[in-house]
Antibody, heavy 122, light 106 residues
């Protein structure tokens, strides 16, 4: 059974940094791309970032490009989202997710974590 | 690529046929997915590559379209289908979601 467990969500001041973690189990982690999707309170879904199985390829939403960095440790079955220069509009539940197949492009997101809340406020 | 869903809100009764439209600002072939989300829950994948039904999803859900116009149809709305639905394009990075369609009980 695929399981994704996020952690690291917290209250942080504007301009601050936070690192989210997502530990995966139930599948061959190194073979699969992993992605982050967020949802601001009462708002819709926003795709944030993706990293390939090897970690060599990453993509970001325009809204986080240059501020967020996705990475992974395949020996620990963990994907990370380093968030810097946080703003109030980064406040959201952040979901870690895995596509149907090994790559995200051209497929769909089948497996989701429970989400972790990031609140950016002074 | 921008995705525009319509309507943004839909009031319907159990047994109704419901259609949600998703329009892309440029062609995305058939690389579109549909998700259902209930309050406080993670999204659930319903359809991928526009018309492929995800395993375990009831057959009353169907999807169609290619290029820039797509639809999600629920042939006979059930009580458990009241939720918010999102489309997502997976053709081009950065990936994008539609704004959502909330389906409520009439």
């Amino acid at each position: 059974e695929v399981q994704l467990l996020e952690s690291g969500g917290d209250l942080v001041q504007p301009g601050g940094s936070l690192r989210l973690s997502c530990t995966a189990s139930g599948f061959t982690f190194s073979a699969c791309a992993m992605t982050w999707v967020r949802q601001a309170p009462g708002k819709g879904l926003e795709w944030v970032s993706v990293i390939s199985g090897s970690g060599s390829t990453t993509f970001y939403a325009d809204s986080v490009q240059g501020r967020f960095t996705i990475s992974r440790d395949n020996s620990e079955n963990t994907v990370y989202l380093q968030m810097n220069s946080l703003r109030a509009d980064d406040t959201a539940v952040y979901y870690c997710a895995r596509p149907i197949s090994e790559t995200l492009q051209y497929s769909g997101v089948k497996y989701w974590g429970q989400g972790t809340l990031v609140t950016v406020s002074s | 690529i921008q995705l525009t869903q319509s309507p943004s809100f839909l009031s319907a009764s159990v047994g109704d046929r419901v259609t949600i439209t998703c329009r892309a600002s440029q062609g995305i072939s058939n690389y579109l997915a549909w998700y259902q989300q209930k309050p406080g829950r993670a999204p659930k994948l319903l359809m991928y590559v526009a018309s492929a039904l995800q395993s375990g999803v009831p057959s009353r859900f169907s999807g169609s379209g290619s290029g820039t116009e797509f639809t999600l149809t629920i042939s006979s709305l059930q009580a458990e289908d009241f939720a918010t639905y999102y489309c997502q394009q997976l053709n081009t990075y950065p990936l994008t979601f539609g704004g959502g369609t909330k389906v409520e009980i009439k």
